[in-house]
C-alpha cells in the first residue's frame, strides 16, 4: 500500500509563504498526474495545482502567479511553494497521486492545514 505524507502546512500571515511537501512511500508505476487539493469549511474539495509526469502543469485561476507545483521524481516528491498567501487561501490542503496500472488508481495524503492570519 502506497501512502502520501503531507508536510509544510501551518500559521502564516496574510502576505507570507509558506511550502508544502508530499512525499510517497515507494515509487509508483504507471502515475501520470500529481496534485494538490484544498478544502475550507463548508466548501468543496477543489483542485489547486497539477503536474504531470511530463512536467505540464495546471494551476487554478485563483492561485495563478501565487502558488507554483513542482516534482522530484527521484524522491517520489511533490510540492506546492505558496507566496502572497491570502486569507482565503486557508484550508486543508490535500496531495493526490493518479495513475494507471492494471486498473487505474488515486492516493490521497492526509492533509496539511494551512491557516493565514489577517
Known amino acids: 500500500q502506497v501512502r502520501l505524507v503531507e508536510s509544510g502546512g501551518g500559521l502564516v500571515q496574510a502576505g507570507g509563504s509558506l511550502r508544502l511537501s508530499c512525499a510517497a512511500s515507494?515509487?509508483?508505476?504507471?502515475?501520470?498526474?500529481m496534485g494538490w487539493y484544498r478544502q475550507a469549511p463548508g466548501k468543496q474539495r477543489e483542485l489547486v495545482a497539477a503536474?504531470?509526469?511530463?512536467?505540464?502543469?495546471n494551476v487554478a485561476d485563483s492561485v495563478k502567479g501565487r502558488f507554483t507545483i513542482s516534482r522530484d521524481n527521484a524522491k517520489n516528491t511533490i510540492y506546492l511553494q505558496m507566496n502572497s498567501l491570502k486569507l482565503e487561501d486557508a484550508a486543508v490542503y490535500y496531495c493526490?497521486?493518479?495513475?494507471?496500472?492494471?486498473?487505474?488508481?488515486?492516493?490521497w495524503g492526509q492533509g496539511t492545514q494551512v491557516i493565514v492570519s489577517s
Open positions: 515507494r515509487s509508483i508505476f504507471g502515475i501520470n498526474t
Open positions: 493526490k497521486f493518479e495513475g494507471q496500472g492494471a486498473f487505474r488508481f488515486e492516493y
Open positions: 503536474i504531470t509526469t511530463g512536467g505540464s502543469t
